[in-house]
């Protein structure tokens, strides 16, 4: 064993050959130093641990082993994904695509300096979130508008605004949990305002608010629950009886709706789902949404409504602490641009491109799809199936859409295995892994990328990832 040791080249030797030297210049000479002595210590791990006889390769393969286990490495943590997940705003995958002129806005924008906070028209001070307030105002029919980071920034700074150190009433059945951090007691707790619960679980009745309103009261809140349904004995109050009851007491109302359509959704058969306008029509005097839920654009929170309540909000303090950015701002006023125009819409943001995509030309993608790959080493079957997308994003969790998926069985590894492998494929692709199955639903793959889907597969048989 120690002979097969002193065969190997030292860490100089690899350092001097092309493959690395190239490396050195492309990343940095410490680092391809370490990887080199990382790459020979896992090495004489696995030869003193193997009870097989070993071929040492030679110098110039391991160094072109190296360079090439090196530059998987060296891969940013953060990559484009293809999404054949079939949910549409995946949280894990960034939510809503965006679209092509928002994101040269972006570009524009980014490049360079722009009036982010200084009003052109008279060479004073503006203010930061003017640029999207009008389109917000148009868009909702509200007075006024604010953006921040995301939805539960815009939750804790519009609470800790209204209503810090006040009582803010919120059924039982609206006191939910999004995934991860995000629980509204918690977040109500960081406002400094106090959560009053009120009815139960499954009902919750007028007579409940009229009852908690106090002189501690401060706000009543309405929450959406985007991602449960309760069904059976249940009762809830109208956003209109919200603010009738609230209105008798001058008290606001703050709907947080969630997911922010602008337009109707049951056109692309999803029910239920708050749209702004309505909300705002219904009387409520703040309304709060994500900017890359159904709005499809950036990662912000949008707050609208009564412009008493929006100018006391971007006087909180909170306001600098969540404020964002100039590219932020540039692709969501252009993509709240291409909703005045709905037909331009569909066409360009690609959240409502997926929704509108008809099921018979994913059938078609997907039939083509399986004709490229289906021969491929690493499939051992491979056919084409019916199947439903979900929204996701904690947008109507019991609500589903039509698709078709390519369904694949694997050869040679487990279904978990070769998910794994072809996550870290280039491209990077994941799919939904569904009895024993991968499948990937054409739905949120956009038609551009098909071919690259199957690169993705090529490299898997060719043994290029791993
Ligand atoms: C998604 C959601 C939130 C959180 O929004 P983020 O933009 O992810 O911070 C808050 N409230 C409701 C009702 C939601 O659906």
Wanted: aromatic content about 4%; charged content about 25%.
């Amino acid at each position: 064993m120690r002979n097969v040791f002193r065969n190997l080249p030292s860490v100089n030797q690899l350092l001097d050959s092309a493959p690395l030297k190239k490396m050195v210049e492309s990343v940095n000479h410490r680092v391809v130093v370490d990887g080199v002595r990382t790459f020979l210590d896992e090495l004489r791990d696995q030869v003193s641990t193997t009870t097989e006889d070993v071929v040492i390769p030679t110098a110039h393969e391991l160094a072109e082993k190296i360079a090439k286990w090196l530059a998987t490495e060296e891969r940013p943590y953060l990559r484009p994904v293809i999404n054949a997940t079939g949910i549409i705003l995946h949280t894990g995958l960034g939510r809503a695509p965006l679209a092509k002129p928002a994101i040269d806005a972006m570009n524009e924008i980014a490049d360079g300096y722009a009036s982010v906070e200084v009003d052109l028209a008279t060479g004073n001070r503006g203010q930061r979130t003017k640029s999207v307030e009008r389109l917000l105002c148009e868009l909702t029919g509200a007075e006024a508008a604010a953006v921040v980071n995301n939805n539960a920034g815009a939750t804790l700074l519009t609470l800790s605004a209204i209503a810090s150190g006040k009582e803010v009433i919120v059924s039982r059945g609206q006191l939910i949990e999004i995934g991860g951090s995000y629980r509204l007691p918690k977040v109500m707790e960081c406002s400094g305002a106090i959560l009053r619960e009120v009815g139960t679980t499954n009902k919750t009745h007028e007579s409940d608010y009229e009852d908690a309103i106090n002189e501690e009261t401060g706000a009543l809140l309405k929450v959406h629950p985007s991602n449960f349904e309760v069904v059976g004995f249940t009762k809830s109050v109208s956003l209109k009886e919200m603010v009738r009851i609230a209105s008798a007491h001058r008290l606001p109302v703050i709907d947080d709706i969630g997911s922010g359509a602008l337009v109707d959704f049951s056109k692309y058969g999803l029910t239920d789902e708050p749209i702004a306008a309505e909300s705002i029509r219904d009387g409520a005097d703040v309304i709060l949404f994500s900017g890359d839920k159904l709005v499809g654009g950036p990662q912000c929170g949008i707050i609208c409504g009564k412009k008493i309540w929006i100018e006391k909000i971007l006087k909180n303090p909170l306001m600098r602490a969540l404020r964002v950015d100039k590219i932020t701002l540039a692709a969501l006023a252009t993509t709240l641009g291409l909703y005045r125009n709905l037909e331009q819409a569909e066409q360009k943001i690609p959240l409502l491109r997926m929704l509108s995509m008809p099921v018979e030309n994913l059938k078609l993608r997907a039939e083509k799809l399986a004709g490229q790959i289906g021969h491929l080493d690493c499939i051992d079957s491979c056919e084409v199936v019916e199947e439903a997308s979900m929204l996701g994003g904690g947008s109507l969790p019991t609500q589903t859409i039509p698709t078709w998926c390519v369904a694949i069985t694997a050869n040679g590894s487990s279904i978990d295995q070769f998910a794994a492998k072809l996550r870290n494929s280039t491209p990077s692709v994941i799919g939904r892994v569904q009895k024993e199955r991968l499948l990937l639903d054409l739905r949120t793959i956009s038609p551009a990328q098909d071919l690259h889907l199957v690169t993705a597969f090529e490299h898997l048989d060719s043994g290029e990832n791993r």
